[in-house]
């Protein structure tokens, strides 16, 4: 079969101990035996490693923060677009979602697709709305209180209990046991992320991820489920099993087609001491696991990939049970003068 030829643009290459899902994104679309894809690698940072993986990237450009503007973002996204007729763009960040699916209709009336999850889609499985969304779907979620404040934080913890998740409103979680802990990452999320910051209950038990994907019509194209096997000092999975729970797989199809949910998901699950399960978060994109999902046999992104092109896809049905993935990393050889051209010129 003669692979189709497409050009698709990705965020996320950041593959360090905090990895993006860019680079697994990109590693499934490659692998693809529908598309012949030219991979267009959209950095925030002139050190992200993807940038430098020219079996993996084909051409890499700097774009600026969403934090800058959206604008300057969807701008620049143009500007790239005029030299590179891009098809499809993927953006795997939660700060960045916002300005792309605003930009969503301009986009496509430039010729690149999206598939992203709506406004109201993304908002109400926020954080610090996280309580409105379990009531909503009828789905067990831990109490979650927003916090702006020192004294919001002490009146939180007081209704809470120690110990308590003290999570920002994108990224980062720790467990606090005191108010004194509690107040100091409030101080440190909120530097880095801003506010809100979720107070969140703490659930005792094991945690375990669904990565899913969702057609917007209700149907779930895709799901997997994994247990980490080992976790960083971050709380990022840098090993993992897929795992065989079809409670997890109804809660999934629930929540999907419950929201009708557009693109892709992680759920975060705790299964407590009585085998109960709690959604703790729902990421409104890829996960940087993704490529376990692909090893077990769905190829998430490339199914994204097809849905925002209008493509029809067959939902997976199964994957395989007990395939794991293990990280490394490794040293890349690079040229000054690759560095040098990125920050100079912008693209490599």
């Known amino acids: 079969m003669n692979r189709r030829k497409i050009t698709v643009a990705v965020t996320g290459l950041n593959n360090i101990d905090s990895p993006g899902p860019g680079i697994p994104v990109i590693r499934g679309i490659r692998e693809s035996s529908f598309f012949d894809a030219r991979i267009i690698g959209l950095a925030y940072e002139n050190l992200e490693p993807g940038i430098y993986m020219r079996d993996l990237v084909d051409k890499s450009y700097l774009v600026p923060y969403p934090s800058e503007g959206s604008d300057a973002l969807m701008n620049r996204i143009l500007e790239i677009h005029a030299r590179e007729s891009i098809d499809v763009v993927i953006p795997n960040f939660d700060a960045e979602l916002t300005a792309f699916m605003k930009a969503e209709k301009t986009l496509l009336q430039k010729g690149i697709h999206t598939f992203l ?46 110990p308590v998740l003290v999570k920002g409103k994108y990224y980062e979680a720790y467990i606090a046991n005191s108010i004194e802990q509690a107040q100091y990452y409030l101080f440190k999320i909120s530097a880095k992320w801003g506010l809100p910051v979720v107070v969140q209950q703490f659930v005792e038990g094991t945690e375990v991820n669904v990565i ?97 092109l209008g493509i029809p896809v067959q939902p997976f049905e199964k994957y395989t049970i007990g395939k794991m993935f293990v990280r490394f990393s490794y040293d890349m050889i690079v040229d000054i003068k690759d560095f040098e051209k990125l920050n100079t010129q912008g693209e490599l």
């Not at 889609?121 to 926020?126: D, G, P, V």
């Not at 789905?139 to 009146?155: C, G, L």
């Not at 009708?260 to 703790?280: A, H, R, T």
């Open 117 to 162: 999850p709506t406004p109201g889609q993304f908002n109400e499985r926020s954080k610090s709305n996280l309580p409105a969304f379990g009531k909503k779907y009828e789905i067990n979620v831990p109490e979650s209180i927003p916090v702006f404040s020192v004294s919001e934080m002490e009146e939180a913890v007081k209704k809470l209990h120690f």
């Open 212 to 308: 899913a994907l969702g057609d917007g019509n209700g149907t779930t194209v895709g799901a997997v489920a994994m247990r980490k096997t080992y976790i960083t000092d971050k709380g990022k999975a840098w090993g993992g099993i897929t795992i065989d729970e079809p409670r997890l797989m109804d809660l999934t199809r629930k929540i999907i087609s419950s929201t009708k949910w557009k693109g892709g998901m992680e759920l975060e699950i705790i299964k407590n001491l009585n085998d109960e399960f709690f959604v703790i978060e729902i990421n409104p994109r890829i996960p940087a696991w993704v490529y376990l999902a692909v090893g077990a046999g769905q190829n998430i992104p490339e199914a994204l990939v097809k849905l925002a």
